[in-house]
């Protein structure tokens, strides 16, 4: 279909592209992007009561939190909601996360967002469930991703 999103577009050099299929025509030619594949967000919120919380989310969405512990901090992940509560000066660097992404690969990921200028600031590292990474966006605004894939070669 003409002018329709593609993955088989191909590039001015020939290359897989996701640009719409107008890509390359006439005297305009694009760089050639990776694609990151979304599969959900989650809002993360710190919090001083993590008990207190974790019921109202509960109760709020009818869902079970998942816990974990992680570099000090307490974590219920309640449907969309994961909710932190620690230490004063862990919580205050994961405030300065706008959100989680779930993606279906943190290495497509990293590729694409390096591609577009995004700075990666750390990772990708194991998770208790897979795998992320921190990026920061041109914009200044900056976003945890992660994926459920297992660590590669451990």
Same mark, same amino acid.
């Given at each position: 279909m003409p002018g329709s999103w593609s993955r088989t577009v191909k +590039? *001015?050099?020939?290359?897989? !592209?996701?640009?719409?299929?107008?890509?390359?025509r006439g005297d305009r030619c694009f760089a050639t992007l990776t694609r990151m594949e979304i599969l959900g967000t989650t809002l993360r919120i710190c919090v001083d009561d993590l008990e207190t919380s974790v019921a109202f989310y509960e109760r709020l969405t009818g869902s079970p939190a998942l816990r974990f512990e992680r570099?000090?901090?307490?974590?219920?992940?309640? +449907? *969309?909601?994961?909710?932190? !509560?620690g230490p004063a000066e862990e919580i205050e660097v994961l405030r300065k996360v706008?959100?989680?992404?779930?993606?279906?690969?943190?290495?497509?990921?990293?590729?694409?967002?390096?591609?577009?200028?995004?700075?990666?600031l750390a990772g990708p590292v194991p998770t208790p469930a897979?795998?992320?990474?921190?990026?920061?966006?041109?914009?200044?605004?900056v976003f945890e991703y992660v994926d459920r894939n297992p660590v590669r070669g451990g």
């Open positions: +590039s *001015c050099a020939g290359s897989e !592209s996701w640009f719409p299929e107008v890509h390359g570099g000090g901090v307490s974590v219920a992940a309640v +449907s *969309c909601f994961l909710l932190m !509560s706008t959100a989680t992404i779930a993606v279906k690969d943190v290495d497509e990921a990293f590729a694409a967002l390096t591609g577009v200028g995004a700075q990666v897979g795998r992320n990474l921190i990026a920061v966006h041109p914009d200044g605004s």
